[in-house]
């Protein structure tokens, strides 16, 4: 994947074991590491367990694994005297952590996201005399890969490299708020990386703060391309241009070359998004 431009954590590193490398070398496991590193640095009381984590190999093995954890955590919240409508600990350590955090941010980047960005997808950033020396911008790229946004954040990977920038990506509201993305994913992951929700009151206030955005004008259309429409271009949410003149913040018009080979051989199952209330639900053939 090639993208062309038209000071350590506080905690301890995060100690890789055989099963952590194991996980590095098997992309399917990558949302065992994301969660993994994630319990290192932050409390996760209600996350996944080794048990668990052992399942996720097998055909099938996430969802008993799935169906394992919220058994625990029903008896958990059975002996404890929780219910629904009651706030817990839980609830309090959420809401601590749903905000940014640039110590996890560069331990995540340097620890989990740098080798996969350069050992396995091997993403290159070209024509480097075009990087203005200083923000703020709004980075907009084209979208595509039928999968995890790995062309967002090997990009915005890529900038920090070159450029002292803190990096805000544009994320679709399901990575902050849908229950199954908050269920396989640490809750206040997204945030805590520095997401933005691509809804206009956050985008304007972002854009406000003079920051480095990295916006998908296609939005989950480009990401739901499929392979036959490889190279093509999604209709554009022209909202970027009318708030970088608003605020008078240029736009750096960046190609990503390769990111249809994410995942080719997947299809989007649209009365499945439809029933699962998301914009796409990608099944790999």
Known sequence: MKCAVVEQSKSPS?????????CMWYPPAWLILFNRHWQHYKPDPDGWRWSEYWLFFLPGGFYLASLIRRLRLAIKHQFAGLDSSSPDS?????????????????????????PIVKRYFRAELHNLE?????????????????????????????LTEQQPWFVQPLAHPLFFDHPWLNWWLPQGWTK???????????????????????????????????????????????????LSLRYKVPILPVVCIGSEWLHPFATNVQWLARLAKMPMFPISL
């Open 192 to 242: 805590t990386l520095g997401g933005v929700r691509a809804e206009t009151e956050s985008f304007e206030a972002a854009i406000a703060q003079k920051t480095v955005i990295l916006y998908a004008p296609e939005s989950w259309r480009g990401l739901a391309k499929g392979w036959n429409q490889r190279y093509n271009l999604a209709t554009f949410d022209t909202s970027f241009v009318r």
């Open 14 to 22: 995060y100690p890789f074991s055989w099963f952590d490398w194991v």
């Open 90 to 114: 839980t609830s309090t350590i959420n809401i601590l952590l749903d905000q940014p955090d640039s110590d996890y941010q560069r331990a995540f980047r340097e620890e989990i996201l740098r």
């Open 130 to 158: 075009n990087l203005p020396q200083s923000g703020p911008l709004i980075v907009a790229l084209n979208h595509a890969g039928m999968c995890f946004p790995w062309d967002f954040l090997a990009l915005a990977l890529l």
